[in-house]
């Protein structure tokens, strides 16, 4: 008995892209309740949304990458298109998971300092969000 | 003498604790969730990349590999025709054991017969070459054996 050897690219293919999407969609939430008047109910909803999306993005990148390491048999750099995922990989989940656990504990009650720096982050793992699936994009076009 | 240094003992034991107290205090619930969430990402980061070692052991038990996945039917001719078509032009890239180099490390290759057939046969636009024009279907039957092999 065996498993199908194709499961693990069709897992992280499934997995991947919430995160990839949750944390830009985080950005984009959080982004915009920044541009919005503080007195605005439209903030707090937007924040709402932003602290969800987060948390959930943050959750969301552990079965992608556990899939993704069963998918390369533990490779944590490899060549070309591979190393480029992953040298953007790596840093986005660390920052991802702390962006999330950060924003889980303070929750509404960030000050207005703390929230522009985790916002600059946030931006920053998109970024790197962005690379990583671009490249992943291009490991499965090319291969 | 020793009771005035026990004292004094005890009381600087007291103001460390105090001290500690007063630290832990001062720090606000966001510099508390700033230390919970970098030890965290580094735990997570750190766990996965600990990870890699245990899963690239069971990734090559059998149950794990799909066990002899391949549909040629091997032969050691075969295989031996297949090395030697690999030493000739997979080598410098893949590298002599097919560990990898500049190319990527073909050992437990999860995809199917046709795709590597297909991968040597047309390549990848400025990343391989293709192998069309200088192997015919049985050598890269061969050199898919070959490949396969390699676990």
């Known amino acids: ?81 591979e190393l480029f995922h992953h040298l953007f990989v790596w840093p986005a989940f660390a920052l991802l998971v702390g962006l999330g656990a950060w924003r889980a504990m303070v929750g509404d009650k960030a000050s207005p300092r703390g929230f522009a720096i985790y916002l600059a982050v946030l931006f920053l793992t998109a970024g790197l969000m962005a690379g990583a699936g671009y490249w992943g994009g291009e490991l499965i076009l090319n291969s | ?93 893949h590298g002599d054991d097919g560990h990898g180099d500049e190319g990527p490390d073909l050992h437990n290759l999860a995809i199917s017969d046709a795709r590597i057939a297909s991968q040597i046969k047309n390549g990848t636009k400025g990343e391989m070459p293709s192998f069309a024009k200088k192997y015919h279907d049985p050598e890269i039957t061969a050199l898919v054996a070959y490949v396969r092999s390699l676990r």
């Open chain 2, 1 to 93: 003498m020793n009771l005035s240094l026990e004292r004094k003992s005890l009381a600087g034991e007291s103001s460390r604790n105090g001290n500690s107290e007063t630290v832990r205090a001062k720090l606000s619930p966001e510099k508390r969730a700033l230390l919970w969430a970098l030890l965290l990402g580094a735990v997570s980061l750190g766990g996965a990349l600990l990870m890699a070692s245990p899963i690239q052991k069971i990734s090559s038990w059998a149950f794990f590999t799909g066990g002899s996945s391949s549909e040629i039917a091997v032969s050691p001719q075969l295989l031996a025709q297949g090395a030697g078509f690999f030493a000739q032009s997979c080598g410098d890239c």
């Open chain 1, 1 to 81: 008995m065996s498993i199908d050897p194709t499961l693990w690219p069709k897992l992280h293919g499934a997995s991947t892209h919430f995160p990839v999407a949750l944390a830009m969609a985080a950005a984009l939430f959080d982004g915009l309740s920044a541009l919005v008047p503080a007195s605005s109910p439209r903030r707090a909803q937007l924040r709402a949304a932003g602290y969800f999306t987060i948390i959930l993005g943050a959750l969301g990148t552990f079965p992608a990458v556990l899939s993704g390491l069963f998918m390369t048999k533990g490779r944590v750099l490899g060549h070309d298109a």
